[in-house]
Nanobody
Framework: VQLQASGGGLVQAGGSLRLSCAASGRTFRGYVMGWFRQAPGKEREIVAAIRWSDSNTYYVDSVKDRFTISRDNAKNTVYLQMNSLKPEDTAVYYC???????????WGQGTQVTVSS
């Protein structure tokens, strides 16, 4: 299983970015895909997650109404649309996958998101 994250960059506060996580190596029905982030000096936190089978989603409170997680079956890709970005959203963002009843065992490389004030 390989997860390839992309789409990070530098953006001004209030701007938008879309992260992509291209998954390969298996089908992901029965899996949950998540986006995590880790800011300097802080612990990694989950930002959003989506259950592949029915697109049921989860968001951490700090990103609700600003971020949207989605998936494209045909492309085997998960997206994180980030709007109204804030400086506190600055972090390295990672995508990850787990079986519905398991832990996050598969991780992509990080992509840096920097939001300037």
């Amino acid at each position: 299983v390989q997860l390839q994250a992309s789409g990070g960059g530098l953006v001004q506060a209030g701007g938008s970015l879309r992260l992509s996580c291209a998954a390969s190596g298996r089908t992901f029905r029965g899996y949950v895909m998540g986006w995590f982030r880790q800011a300097p000096g802080k612990e990694r936190e989950i930002v959003a997650a989506i259950r592949w089978s029915d697109s049921n989603t989860y968001y951490v409170d700090s990103v609700k109404d600003r971020f949207t997680i989605s998936r494209d079956n045909a492309k085997n890709t998960v997206y994180l649309q980030m709007n109204s970005l804030k400086p506190e959203d600055t972090a390295v963002y990672y995508c990850a996958a787990r079986k519905v009843e398991g832990q996050y065992d598969y991780w992509g490389q990080g992509t840096q998101v920097t939001v300037s004030s």
